[in-house]
């Protein structure tokens, strides 16, 4: 008997526009390719619509009666479980000013107005994608345990991962990444960190009386996105450990415990007061105990025990 394939999974767009006419073309278009279709008529519908139901893309009319596309774009952006989904801005060919703003405030591409179909139907596809293959890397972030965050360019926040939520709320109680902001204190430190971008590898600390937080600038992930790592520094804690969970020496566990930091070895050895070659024949010995091949499996496995 031939098993029949499961049905596959229709991407999901939500058109907010106010005018009948434009909402009915899109509407066709989009079903027409397979895709299903939700309707919000101004910005306030569309958060309303929002709180229950998270889509694929959205199409955004730049102007509304009402809270305007960008404004409504502002606020999705702010809300951390919506800030991922692409927003494609609509705009009139003659609203030039339009497309600096929608890009400003977080979209990702514009169509003009009148809107060809083969031309739309292009663009959602490809934002549909890029927006998976982003969501894919989060969860390749959370499944490896790192502790990860994005800020814009202007240090806003946009996303973190779970354990990167967990070791700021265990230094800053009551913080929630649903809040679309962050703390103040951790917010001053993103915000000096910013101002060194320039600096590879650049680091700010916030030291607390539990914990010491240290966040490293990583890159520059898309456009207007920093990846920032954050480390929960309690190296005498931490090391114990490593040390006593996987049966390494002192001076392996501090090897191990710096990897897990993102530390190079030209770095490692400096903290240790030992050589780049010594560092190297450390993490041998750890591959070998741990039963291991690469710097990076160290590191998760090595950020999993530290963080139970």
Known sequence: MKIAAPPTRQDTVLVIDDTPDSLRFLTAALENANMTVL????????????????????????????????????????????????????????????????????????VRKPISVDELLARVRVHITNGRVVQASLAGLDATGRLMMATNMEGRFLWCTPLAE???????????????????????????????????????????????????LIAQYRENEVLIRLNEVNPDAD?????????????????????????????????????????????????????IETRSAAAAIAIRLICQ
């Open 239 to 291: 090391a114990a450990k490593l040390r006593l969970t996987l049966d390494l020496t002192q001076r392996e566990a501090e090897v191990l415990l710096w990897v897990s930091y993102g530390k190079p070895n030209r770095v490692i050895s400096d903290i240790l007061s030992i050589s780049p070659r010594t560092v190297n024949k450390h993490l041998e010995r750890i591959f070998e105990k741990m039963g």
């Open 166 to 216: 967990q070791a700021i709320q265990r230094i800053l109680p009551g913080w929630t990444k649903d809040l679309a902001s962050l703390p103040t204190p951790l917010q001053g430190t993103v915000d000096r960190l910013l101002s060194m971008r320039d600096l590879p590898g650049a680091a700010m600390k916030l030291e607390q009386p539990q914990v010491t937080l240290e966040l490293v």
């Open 39 to 110: 309707i919000a008529t101004s910005g306030q519908a569309a958060l309303d619509l929002l709180s229950h139901i998270v889509p694929d893309l959205i199409l955004m009319d730049a102007v509304m009666p009402g809270i305007d596309g960008f404004e409504t774009t502002v606020r999705i952006k702010n809300n951390a479980s919506l800030a991922h989904i692409p927003v494609i801005f609509m705009t009139g060919l003659t609203e030039s000013e339009h497309v600096v703003e929608a890009f400003e405030v977080g979209g990702v591409d514009y």
